[in-house]
């Protein structure tokens, strides 16, 4: 079974415009929980991460996410999008444990238009 | 200072052929990983490597896929008799310690065209 879902291939968003990717979950305990940006022809850019604590984790360019037990969610968010934020975004996720890999969804397409 | 280095960035090879892919971690990472991407989809692990121990290797697709970290730092992962299934980006990623909660760090990826 997939262990990260991206429900959505696509998100178009004006600029201005509030910027929501939406992951959920599906392993078991409380895993490590990771949010990756890629751009055209490069690698991926690590965005941030849930490990534990406060729900809402802040990360790089004005983007958060929010860990959510109960609906296994972790959806990313960004209050004001701008058109550079165009690009794949990757949920991951890492069981606590010796499980060292992380799990990918299969990337949701961000463009902000102009 | 720098970042996961990847060479080369674009190989391509005729069906048949072995290939050789390098990773350069970040300096005094002791975790080193080997993902695959195929067209559209996300990243997929291949291999792990805490230093020079390679600790896990269940995501290789099959014997033709081999890779190696002999010192601890460079890593290359090799793939024999290369076929078009082969195709796909393949990214190295490096992470400090080793613990699941540590950020892993990626190159810019290595693109194989199998031909």
């Known amino acids: 079974a997939q262990s990260v879902a991206q429900p959505e291939d696509q998100v178009n968003v004006a600029e201005g415009n509030p910027l929501t990717v939406k992951c959920t979950y599906s392993?078991?305990?409380?895993?490590?929980l990771f949010w990756y940006v890629q751009y055209p022809n490069r690698g991926l850019q690590f965005l941030l991460k849930y490990i534990t604590g406060d729900n809402l984790v802040k990360g790089s360019y004005g983007f958060e996410a929010e860990f959510n037990k109960s609906q296994t969610s972790f959806h990313l968010k960004k209050p004001s999008a701008l058109v550079s934020d165009s690009a794949l975004y990757f949920c991951?996720?890492?069981?606590?444990?010796?499980?060292?890999?992380?799990?990918f969804g299969a990337g949701t397409t961000v463009t902000v238009r102009a | 200072g720098a970042g996961v280095s990847q060479s080369p960035r674009y190989k391509v090879a005729k069906r048949g052929q072995d290939v050789a892919l390098r990773c350069d971690p970040i300096?005094?990472?002791?975790?080193l990983f080997w993902y695959q991407q195929a067209l559209g989809q996300g990243p997929e692990f291949l291999t792990y490597?805490?230093?020079?121990?390679?600790?896990?290797k269940s995501g290789l697709p099959s014997d033709r896929f081999f890779a190696e970290r002999p010192e601890g730092s460079v890593s290359t992962l090799k793939i024999q008799r290369t076929q078009q299934e082969d195709s796909a980006v393949y990214l190295c990623a490096s992470s400090p310690i080793g613990g699941a909660e540590d950020t892993q760090y990626f190159g810019p990826g290595t693109r194989l065209t199998v031909l």
């Open positions: 392993v078991s305990g409380n895993p490590y």
């Open positions: 490597f805490q230093n020079e121990a390679q600790l896990d």
């Open positions: 300096s005094g990472h002791v975790s």
């Open positions: 991951a996720v890492r069981r606590r444990s010796n499980d060292y890999k992380l799990s």
